[in-house]
């Protein structure tokens, strides 16, 4: 299975049956810098391309199943307000996700604890997860960066012309929340034209391209 190589490297690299019970590193003392950056956005695209993701709206659930990721659904205690968790369940990753969220956002959250996943962040920090915030510690950037341009690939909606956080909404099936911080780092991208500028994302575009051509003649964004 193409996805098992990413987790495997995984294992290979943390011990996760020895991180229960977790000893609980803060994620606050550590900066996020653009290495971590590209990492967390990088591997969402090698997740693209390794699980031949074709469309929007994105399928989580499949990508998490085609990864060997389980997702299990619980109702959180009350006054808990994280939207999910990544664990360690029988020393495998699993993916804790709250019933009581909207599916919107049940579907950034699981992207969220996949990225936690990915990146090697379960068993290590403290983790949270809720809509993203300006002063989410680094760690939690991170997983939210995965997230974003896992469910929200800037260069296929680039290539589909959006131009609103409703545009995303509407095409990637994320909260308005979430969508908001993908438009404004769009805007961004679209006053620098910086699209297509790595191999790895010129391979999204074009396993996008036919969604990217059908999407556009129905004028996205009008």
């Not at 490297?9 to 971590?36: G, T, V």
């Not at 009350?78 to 969220?101: F, K, Q, Y």
């Amino acid at each position: 299975m193409a996805g098992m190589s990413i987790l495997s490297s995984l294992y290979d690299k943390w011990d996760y049956a020895a991180a229960l019970p977790l000893h609980i590193i803060s994620a606050e003392a550590i900066a996020m810098n653009y290495r971590d950056y590209k990492d967390a956005r990088d591997a969402s695209w090698r997740i693209l391309i390794d699980c031949k993701v074709t469309e929007l709206p994105v399928r989580i659930s499949g990508v998490c199943r085609s990864l060997g990721v389980p997702v299990r659904r619980y109702t959180p205690a009350e006054r808990d307000n994280n939207d999910g968790m990544s664990t360690v369940i029988g020393g495998a990753p699993t993916i804790m996700v709250s019933s009581l969220a909207i599916p919107a956002r049940q579907r950034f959250t699981c992207a969220h604890e996949l990225g936690h996943i990915i990146l090697g962040h379960v068993g290590r920090y403290d983790l949270v997860c809720r809509e993203p915030e300006p002063g989410d510690d680094p760690i939690e950037q991170a997983a939210n960066v995965f997230a974003s341009r896992l469910l929200a690939p800037a260069c296929v909606l680039w290539g589909c012309g959006v131009q609103s956080a409703e545009d995303i909404v509407r095409l990637c099936d994320i909260s308005r929340a979430a969508a908001e911080f993908r438009w404004s780092r769009m805007q961004e991208l679209y006053r620098r034209q910086r699209f297509l500028t790595s191999p790895l994302e010129r391979l999204v575009y074009a396993q996008f391209e036919d969604y990217i051509k059908g999407h556009r003649l129905r004028g996205v964004g009008q």
